[in-house]
DNA sequence: TATGAATGAGCTTTCATTCAT
DNA sequence: AATGAATGAAAGCTCATTCAT
């Protein structure tokens, strides 16, 4: 009998092992050599776990989404917390590691091979889940802000937990556009104080 | 002299017209063909104009900064007029048009481009200058806000116009990655609204 | 002893299922694994009672020369009966079967992979002995109906037979490019009709 | 501007050129690298006049037919000539040149390529009109020798027509099978005898 | 004996770039 | 200046075969 292997273990291991390499390179400029060196494997082998390259990338995006969530899995046990704690959230979250500038890349990647979908498959499944999860998890923050009465109760909740996640984003791309330059804490710092001052004035 | 100018104008020309192929394709699934077509011009020509691939991409990259430069040169003169005026810049430009979407989709390919620098030419001269401009532009706004007194006084300028030029571009990334279910308008408002109250409490 | 024929056994029984995947895909075009599929077995599997690939096309090529011989085992019976009893085994022979046309298609096949023989291992000796059995019988057959007056004397015997065994085959493969307007049975008919106006006439 | 070509013409000189290699080899073992070696080009330019290699073997396949046609061109004009001058179209028909040869070798796999046409283009058109026209041109013959009281009047001209150009192509196949043992000399003395006989008795 | 994981040679196809016209 | 024919490097992918289990 051959070696037993398990298929989605090591599709995610090979997926792994593949995220710094399609961050550094992009999704067209790495092959599948690559990927095959990164992993230790031969070229064949990778199609063993992967129809086609585009698959690598569907896991590739999957643990992507995995990672993330479970990033957050912390901070989504503060809920009960003090609205304040969206400010740690948000601190934490900034404080961008490499992995998360590896994933930040591929997942940039990813949206435009979305918007560009005439030409590759549907990835924004993963991407469009893994915002409507931090987009929740920001509006049941707002939300429970404004049952403490620290939060102007005419917030319009949805648009303003977009607004959030949304610059979030923005934040951590400009980040990585000028490292040198974009000065992160001092950017996070102002953004979490701008948040607070948005609570309703406590008269 | 003139031959020069006419050089200059043909190359902006291609350039202009191969921006919405490489928004739509990607810079790699854009064929030299493709401009050719799109230029009305043979593959051959376009070497009389550029030296490679990579240089449309220069070129066009330049096209980006100037038209983002135009579109804001009204707002530019609007500096002197009170600070609410920044919500309208906002507003403004948050109407996304096709042709903006365009620039914002080849802006993010260039942002891309740039992190794999091993790979490619500095595109990011361009980008950072417009980031430069465009946070001078918040940040003056502010500060005359401050001045004003209608901004609190402690407020970091520099990091809160980064802030709010990079939160900028998260609403229109948000935005395009899925319009059917992300209202702008809703959001523009609460960004706007979220940005008023910012103003130091009129006691 | 044992082991060597049930070895023998399942290398034929391999190639019984090959046949069908053989003619409908070709040879290029059939993978180990196919045949593993169709087999019922592991891919490795095969290379325990094949050492190549070709090699089962060798085996298959035997297959088909005893079941081409098989199918004509009771005709050969006939030997001893009159001439007409020719007409008799064409008609039966051209009632083409979906096995047949099976056999037929890796025949041909193995027919091109010989012309190619620079690339592939001699095929023809299966094919070779095939067309001499059959020339042989039809010889007999002729020579019969020559005993019995029945049959001009000056016929090339050799050479007719040869002849119609060759014309056999076209017409068989002609069947098979067009079943949908090659009428089969009227060409059979005409064919036999041909045959027996050969006789030499009664005056 | 660039030296000008006449694509067409270029298509078919390629698609001669290949002829051999596709008879010597096979389609799938034949390369575009082969290919273009063989037309003195490179691999790329092979693509400039053909989309994919299968597109190489339809103009093969239409070249194979228009050299067919050709060939018969001389015997069309024989038509008005006396039903025996059949015998001298298969005949020289008969007299496989190495080009001939090549050209049947193709057509053979052309055959079975289009009985696998789950996996291939239909190539069967070109063929079933060579088919046609042959059929007819002999059909023709035949009818002309009934008129003229040289053949039974009762005979199924169709499906006699048929079976001759069938049995032509029986005829070659077994001929290339063997070469040397077949007497592809007497063999055709023989059909042409075994044809003539078939006339009506001049009692 | 039976298996399928692993492999890499080898294929088709694409495309930026060159260059003769 | 303008063109497109020519090119070959480079990539994705397939699959016969090997081999450890």
Redesign the pocket.
Known sequence: ?????N?DK?RSEIAQKAIALLAKKGF???????I?DA?????????????????ILLVVSEELFHETERSFGAALLLINEPMEKLSVLIAEALKVTEDLENLFVVYTELWLMNFRCNHYKDFMGVINRLHKDMTNLVARMIDQGKKQGLWSKDTDTDALSCYLVASFDGVIAHYMMDKENFDLKRVTKEFIRFLLQHEAPKK
Not at 1 to 5: G, N, Q, S
Not at 28 to 34: H, P, S, Y
Not at 39 to 55: M, R, V
């Open positions: 009998m051959p070696k037993i292997v298929r090591k067209q400029a790495t092959t599948i050599q690559d095959a992993a230790g494997l031969g070229k064949g082998t990778i199609y063993h776990y992967f129809k086609t390259k585009e698959e």
